[in-house]
């Protein structure tokens, strides 16, 4: 793969995607996660992108002094390592559903210096993790590709906010509609030529204005809204599928992945390349994404 380019975000959506929340079953998210745990920073290149632009936002954005973070769906600690030299002071808590990410970030945090009773590691899900904490104990709350994998968004985004002392910052960066529109093209030209009404296949994502309406329902307007999105290469379609099942975002949604037949397959990969390949073969993936900024008002 080339390396990620940031660029504008993208408009074009899957008409088969959309809805409140992921419908994801987090059990095998964490497992999809923590089978590819020691190989992931090695293909997460969109998720290093946008934990790096988050981190660089918090630091324009973070007003003060942060004696407690917590890091949402942490991953392999890209976002944490980031933050970490900016709040070398603060209690700082790792979050993620599978252990062996933690592991990993945990490892990384260390060599860099946070140590002892500063990190604390919690293997949890994170919307249940949310609803049982006291309210107030937190100055910074972070989280970088991970908020597409709460099926209550709206209840978990509120309740987020809560967490925040008055005055904290929510920061977070994450897919938004638009992610991978060329497989979603593909395989809508595939299903219409072999008479199949258009079927989701993979994840669906909240759209800006479902965000917006959440976040003024939680706390008023965002602080920063700032769509962007990253175009990936890729040597051929199998190679780009393989990568995304490293990355543990392979279809996890409860009803299950939808069946495909070879002959659909076949031809969703021709379509794909005939429309969306370059004259080398190479052929392009978009991730559409967001960073957000949401402080609590002070009291």
Known sequence: MKGAQTIGAGTENDPTQGGAGARVDKKLV????????????GYAEVQQVMAAGLAERVRRHHQGPAARIADIGCGTGGLAVRLWPLYPAAELTLLDLA?????????????????????????????????????GGYDLIVSSAAFQWFNA??????????????????????????????????????????GRAPRPRGQAYPSAADWHGWARAAAGPFLLWEEASCRCEYGSLPEMLAQVRRIGAGNALKEGASGMSPSLYRRMAQVYQERFGGPDGRIPATYAFVYALLRREQE
């Open 30 to 41: 964490a497992r999809r996660f923590g089978r590819h745990a020691a190989e992931y920073d």
């Open 99 to 135: 252990p062996a990410m933690l592991h990993q970030a945990e490892r990384k945090l260390r060599r860099h210096g946070c140590h002892g009773g500063q990190l604390s590691a919690v293997t949890a899900d994170a919307e249940a993790w949310a609803a049982v904490q006291p309210e």
């Open 153 to 194: 968004p709206a209840a978990t985004l509120r309740r987020l906010v809560h967490l925040l002392r008055p005055g904290g910052l929510l920061a977070f960066a994450t897919f938004l509609p638009g992610t991978l529109h060329e497989l979603h093209a593909a395989f809508r030209q595939a299903d219409a030529e072999q």
